[in-house]
């Protein structure tokens, strides 16, 4: 590394390039395409561009750790960094310069391109049987003739009503209810928890109950905010792990907490935090917005805030206190990095988990900030590589109750797969990486605005055209300068990888065509002596440089795709099934990918095109079906040690199904149906 | 009130008093006998004389609040209290003077006479069935044929060993098992919750399990340290009950909450660390004991500590963590207290607790510092005067499994009775007080050095004899300096009843006899006008002023005595029986107090004396059978809702017996066996 360029990785978007000494972070950002906010424009006005520097962490890039690294701290600062923030390591990147390599971290609020995640509910069936449920209780009131405790006093009338015997109350609950009693003047509403336990009390009578399941992705942590009175989806809402300044995948989270001390408890309260402050987000959603507005002249000039509803919605005005059950899933690691669970075995054969088994906690054991009485539901995992998210995606397909045999796959930063019928079902995991999301690769990058997510290659000149996230219009019909182009993320990829085979830019073993290729945009770099090929020029990014796919790139994806096709093939094969009567794609990938392009680069076992299903956010689905109907949750664990799992590592033909399946394409001439859907060219060449 | 003297009270001896202004806080408590420890002899240097000056609740007794009611802060204060401490109103008492009306706290270690408190554990029956029981189990390690979880691994070993099915796991417990199971070679002690919870692993084979069962009084917090395993009693720790600052009995500690909004939380906090710090006193007596000892001459000149094990004593070096298990009992106002509960209607008509049933509390959840997975058991209430602590007794003495006829009389600073046999058992409380524990009194005191314990008064000449605790020779066989008498403790409360009356110093109705006054120690004091005895002259005591009984002191103990003999007689009117086969005394009170004097006096109902018996500290009894045996906490939910509570002050006759049972003595004639037991004239006189 010379003196004039410095090294720096932006997280969590994991953007990472060198850039000039000197330059301030927001300037690196843009040169990286890391996006932070800058609604001032660099007056030093705003604050919105705040960053935290990772200097310590840095070192596992086997880069050097010195303050030195970044300019001195500047008055503008104190302004909008306190001083607790300060010791974290926050700046703003306008005025901090950077003196040498450095590992950034981009918080949420400081992003300028929000992420843009597809985790809609989906409509699925579902039996309202929540595991919270209110009873509205009339009690008489103590007297000389009836002095019985109030707790007492409740119970009977309970079991007068519903018939429930032997209650025990949580004692923060026991704490709230001789003032409830008395302020509602003998009536009271109470929440039971699994026909167990009273974990609320409130004077008066009340009609809602609600509850949150939570999805906790290596990547996104997805939330469906409902009640659970009328099982409606009221909010659905995101936020970035923030644990992806430790790593970005799974095993670099394990090592991060192998190699700190204290790593377990700093990635477990990011996401706790993370999950606080999605409860928040949740609850803000029930309040009607609020203005900021000037009182009128004559009156004093200050400026106050009004609420601003929306004409015809209903707001419900709800606390945090209102949550009263909430359900998590996640995989094996992200469950026990959540729990404070060492994940450090889930990351070493033979991968045991901790616990396979759903655990209640108590939502304050875990410090998730809810009505302090309630449980959490952490639904059970399967294995060390498939975790509680499958056991979700498991629950919401149910194909243990199907006669048809189903494989259901899951990609995410792993590959997760099911196969089987009423009969069997076994599972496994396949190390796909997360190339297929775009991350790992020269510029690779997540679903955000300037993310190239659909490419062209013309076969007779090797021209590109492109779309990126954030404008409609593709690079043919654009100027340079207005694509912006950043990176290519995962929708785009398989685009990439179909074309440049099918231009015969790249051949079937995934190596760059020496002698059939027809435009400069194949070259070789000077300084990695890698052939690479561009994407996009440095006038049409937001980047300045070249946006390109290399040799290296190439490779991931293959192994990717390799690695999820040879793992559904020995499923099936482990399975001793001809084939399978259904293909179920869940997770961001299957929605947004296209399920031609997907079969014909060889993702996915052949099977015809009609039988592949993209269904969605599965795993949280699962996760919202455990927080309406409790039955769900004995199923969830009935489940978890029901599917056999398979270590595909150590079927006896692994090496050589996996070597077979990295090539480009796999089996076309199984799908002549497929013809002009797809490049002729594709299909006819072998 | 004058400008020369100042009124003191200290806590929690409750002495009280007028010192002159400008003396230390230490000279005054030398004048009121509160006894602080000065060890340094007031040289400023040993920092022991520690207080709390606790004026902002000094303003319930209707004395002024100013910070200027003590003198300035000194330098030498520095060294012993810190800025926290200083904050809480801490002072040295050597150095501060007093400068207007205070009410001083005194803490534990800053008591010079430390309390004599008698609750040594019973030899009572106790069938071994902890809740809390050990298991020693070797699994199999993890391999790629079985890569089951940490947790289904051990539950599965549990399950072939002891059948136990569904076992829940704490998720701290869950949290140290992965590293247990690798650190004991997959070779771990699980401890298991009633069957149901995994709370405690630990690598390698380990037998002792441990547990406490804690008396919470109003006055004194006493527990038993007890092996879980052999039952063994290992030691038995006792504290005072530091709520006491806020009032000596139950109502004044209920008042302190309502007129205080973080009332509840100080006396709970209060009452926690007591507990906290009773845990530790056991735990340290489980380590050798440690003296400070210099290096040998030629090494460096510095002192360190040594272990001196004593002789043939075999030391367990426990940890709180080795604490697994603990039942506590208490009346209700303080079951009520440690627990954060709203104990406001424990105090008001018609007296409804907030529960009745035991509760099963985490350890972590109330802030006791043992094994954090731990639950922490607490006894049932019966009412809001019979609390906790009389299940203790009821299930330590077991009335409903007997055919006799039993009167259960637990005399503390409040008198909770029950009577009946297995066919019916009702109980009720008296306002017995705490005059009969010595305070309330003028000079009454607790049993601590310096107590006049026996007390004899001459018939002809009324000279009065007596002996004090920590002195064993008697008044007449001692020169007057030597006695440093502070006050009058309960024992010597029916002691001097009965002498004052046998000796026609007070009549039948409790009015000092004028016209039978024999000596100058009958006189009228000048500052109240009240009629008063003088015990001890000034010379004789520590306090240096005449130690006196006065009329109203006499009322006190009638009104006592009163409220406890009709309690018992209008309970054995209500249940329709002739008289009792047996009065079992529990408490302090019924160890120390003479059986026949007691009587005599007429305390307890008529009855032979051979039938009663002093039971110790039954609750407490009780409260270890619930550590030891798991049933009995079942039964102790059962026994508080089939004993019938009885209102006593509801009944018809109440104001009658009441007046009645304040007659002294109480139809003596009934014990003519007694006769050559107790003086001629108490028997014989009318």
Same mark, same amino acid.
């Given at each position: 590394?010379?003196?004039?360029?410095?090294?720096?990785?932006?997280?969590?978007?994991?953007?990472?390039?060198?850039?000039?000494?000197?330059?301030?972070?927001?300037?690196?950002?843009?040169?990286?395409?890391?996006? !932070?906010?800058?609604?001032? $424009?660099?007056?030093?006005?705003?604050?919105?561009?705040?960053?935290?520097?990772?200097?310590?962490?840095?070192?596992?890039?086997?880069?050097?750790?010195?303050?030195?690294? +970044?300019? #001195? =701290?500047?008055?503008?600062?104190?302004?909008?960094?306190?001083?607790?923030?300060?010791?974290?390591?926050?700046?703003? $990147?306008?005025?901090?310069?950077?003196? %040498?390599?450095?590992?950034?971290?981009?918080?949420?609020? #400081?992003?300028?391109?929000?992420?843009?995640? #597809?985790?809609?509910?989906?409509?699925?069936?579902?039996?309202?049987?929540?595991?919270?449920?209110?009873?509205?209780?009339?009690?008489?009131?103590?007297?000389?003739?009836?002095?019985?405790?109030?707790?007492?006093?409740?119970?009977?009338?309970?079991?007068?009503?519903?018939?429930?015997?032997?209650?025990?109350?949580?004692?923060?609950?026991?704490?709230?209810?001789?003032?409830?009693?008395?302020?509602?003047? =003998?009536?009271?509403? *109470?929440?039971? @928890?699994?026909?167990?336990? *009273?974990?609320?009390?409130?004077?008066?009578?009340?009609?809602?109950?609600?509850?949150?399941?939570?999805?906790?992705?290596?990547?996104?942590?997805?939330?469906?905010?409902?009640?659970?009175?009328?099982?409606?989806?009221?909010?659905?809402?995101?936020?970035?792990?923030?644990?992806?300044?430790?790593?970005?995948?799974?095993?670099?989270?394990?090592?991060?907490?192998?190699?700190?001390?204290? $790593?377990?408890?700093?990635?477990?309260?990011?996401?706790?935090?993370?999950?606080?402050?999605?409860?928040?987000?949740?609850?803000?959603?029930?309040?009607?917005?609020?203005?900021?507005?000037?009182?009128?002249?004559?009156?004093?000039?200050?400026?106050? @805030?009004?609420?601003?509803?929306?004409?015809?919605?209903?707001?419900?005005?709800?606390?945090?206190?209102?949550?009263?059950?909430?359900?998590?899933?996640?995989?094996?690691?992200?469950?026990?990095?959540?729990?404070?669970?060492?994940?450090?075995?889930?990351?070493?054969?033979?991968?045991?988990?901790?616990?396979?088994?759903?655990?209640?906690?108590?939502?304050?054991?875990?410090?998730?900030?809810?009505?302090?009485?309630?449980?959490?539901?952490?639904?059970?995992?399967?294995?060390?590589?498939? $975790?509680?998210?499958?056991? &979700?995606?498991?629950?919401?397909?149910?194909?243990?109750?199907?006669?048809? !045999?189903?494989?259901?796959?899951?990609?995410?930063?792993?590959?997760?797969?099911?196969?089987?019928?009423?009969?069997?079902?076994?599972?496994?995991?396949?190390?796909?990486?997360?190339?297929?999301?775009?991350?790992?690769?020269?510029?690779?990058?997540?679903?955000?605005?300037?993310?190239?997510?659909? !490419?062209?290659?013309?076969?007779?000149?090797?021209?590109?055209?492109?779309?990126?996230?954030?404008?409609?219009? @593709?690079?043919?019909?654009?100027?340079?300068?207005?694509?912006?182009?950043?990176?290519?993320?995962?929708?785009?990829?398989?685009?990439?990888?179909?074309?440049?085979?099918?231009?015969?830019?790249?051949?079937?073993?995934?190596?760059?065509?020496?002698?059939?290729?027809?435009?400069?945009?194949?070259?070789?770099?000077?300084?990695? &002596?890698?052939?690479?090929?561009?994407?996009? =020029?440095?006038?049409?990014?937001?980047?300045?440089?070249?946006?390109?796919?290399?040799?290296?790139?190439?490779?991931?994806?293959?192994?990717?795709?390799?690695?999820?096709?040879?793992?559904?093939?020995?499923?099936?094969?482990?399975?001793?099934?001809? %084939? +399978?009567?259904? *293909?179920? !794609?869940?997770?961001?990938?299957?929605?947004?990918?296209?399920?031609?392009?997907?079969?014909?680069?060889?993702?996915?076992?052949?099977?015809?095109?009609?039988?592949?299903?993209?269904?969605?956010?599965?795993?949280?689905?699962?996760?919202?079906?455990?927080?309406?109907?409790?039955?769900?949750?004995?199923?969830?664990? @009935?489940?978890?040690?029901?599917?056999?799992?398979?270590?595909?590592?150590?079927?006896?033909?692994?090496?050589?199904?996996?070597?077979?399946?990295?090539?480009?394409?796999?089996?076309?001439?199984?799908?002549?149906?497929?013809? %002009?859907?797809?490049?002729?060219?594709?299909?006819?060449?072998?």
């Amino acid at each position: 590394m010379d003196d004039k360029t410095a090294k720096i990785i932006f997280q969590p978007s994991g953007r990472r390039g060198a850039v000039p000494m000197g330059i301030s972070v927001i300037e690196a950002s843009r040169l990286l395409g890391a996006d !932070i906010e800058a609604l001032c $424009g660099e007056k030093k006005v705003c604050g919105k561009c705040k960053v935290r520097i990772e200097e310590g962490f840095f070192e596992k890039y086997g880069l050097e750790s010195k303050p030195s690294h +970044v300019s #001195s =701290w500047q008055e503008e600062e104190d302004k909008f960094i306190d001083t607790e923030d300060r010791q974290a390591g926050f700046r703003l $990147g306008c005025v901090t310069k950077v003196l %040498g390599d450095l590992l950034i971290f981009v918080p949420e609020e #400081s992003r300028a391109g929000k992420q843009v995640v #597809s985790k809609a509910a989906r409509d699925i069936h579902i039996e309202h049987n929540p595991a919270v449920t209110l009873y509205y209780l009339e009690v008489d009131k103590p007297t000389f003739e009836d002095p019985t405790g109030d707790y007492e006093r409740i119970c009977a009338q309970l079991e007068k009503q519903s018939g429930f015997k032997d209650l025990r109350i949580d004692i923060q609950t026991l704490r709230q209810l001789p003032a409830a009693l008395r302020k509602g003047d =003998w009536k009271v509403t *109470v929440s039971v @928890w699994m026909d167990q336990e *009273v974990i609320r009390v409130r004077p008066g009578k009340f009609e809602g109950s609600y509850g949150m399941a939570i999805d906790v992705g290596t990547t996104t942590v997805a939330a469906y905010f409902c009640d659970l009175g009328t099982m409606e989806v009221i909010d659905t809402v995101f936020l970035m792990n923030p644990q992806c300044k430790y790593g970005e995948d799974v095993m670099s989270r394990i090592t991060y907490h192998m190699m700190n001390a204290d $790593g377990l408890e700093k990635m477990s309260n990011d996401i706790i935090a993370a999950l606080n402050s999605l409860i928040d987000q949740a609850i803000e959603g029930t309040h009607p917005p609020k203005k900021k507005v000037k009182k009128k002249k004559g009156e004093k000039d200050a400026e106050q @805030w009004i609420e601003v509803p929306e004409k015809g919605k209903t707001y419900r005005r709800l606390t945090r206190e209102d949550i009263e059950d909430i359900t998590i899933c996640g995989n094996t690691a992200m469950h026990h990095i959540l729990l404070k669970l060492d994940p450090e075995h889930v990351g070493m054969a033979p991968f045991p988990p901790v616990i396979h088994h759903s655990l209640d906690i108590k939502a304050r054991d875990l410090g998730i900030h809810i009505n302090p009485s309630s449980y959490i539901f952490v639904l059970p995992n399967e294995a060390g590589f498939v $975790g509680a998210d499958n056991v &979700g995606v498991l629950i919401a397909e149910e194909p243990y109750n199907k006669d048809e !045999i189903q494989l259901i796959i899951d990609i995410g930063t792993n590959g997760e797969l099911v196969l089987g019928n009423r009969h069997k079902l076994i599972s496994s995991s396949c190390a796909t990486g997360p190339a297929l999301e775009g991350a790992q690769l020269s510029y690779g990058m997540r679903a955000a605005p300037g993310a190239m997510e659909r !490419i062209k290659i013309d076969p007779e000149t090797h021209e590109v055209d492109y779309k990126v996230i954030g404008r409609d219009a @593709w690079r043919q019909y654009s100027e340079p300068q207005e694509m912006q182009a950043k990176g290519i993320c995962g929708s785009g990829i398989l685009d990439l990888l179909a074309e440049l085979y099918s231009t015969g830019i790249i051949t079937k073993s995934g190596v760059f065509n020496k002698k059939g290729q027809k435009s400069e945009r194949f070259r070789k770099n000077p300084d990695t &002596g890698q052939n690479e090929f561009v994407l996009a =020029w440095a006038a049409e990014t937001g980047i300045s440089k070249d946006i390109v796919i290399t040799q290296k790139d190439v490779r991931q994806i293959q192994l990717a795709k390799g690695a999820l096709y040879a793992g559904c093939k020995l499923m099936i094969q482990r399975m001793g099934v001809e %084939g +399978v009567d259904k *293909v179920k !794609i869940a997770g961001a990938f299957g929605t947004h990918v296209d399920r031609e392009k997907a079969l014909i680069m060889g993702l996915f076992p052949d099977c015809e095109i009609k039988k592949i299903e993209s269904i969605g956010n599965a795993a949280g689905d699962g996760c919202r079906a455990a927080l309406l109907n409790r039955e769900k949750r004995a199923e969830a664990n @009935w489940i978890s040690r029901n599917v056999e799992y398979i270590e595909l590592t150590m079927e006896e033909n692994f090496q050589q199904e996996f070597m077979r399946a990295m090539q480009l394409p796999h089996m076309t001439d199984k799908f002549p149906h497929l013809e %002009g859907l797809v490049p002729a060219k594709i299909l006819h060449q072998k």
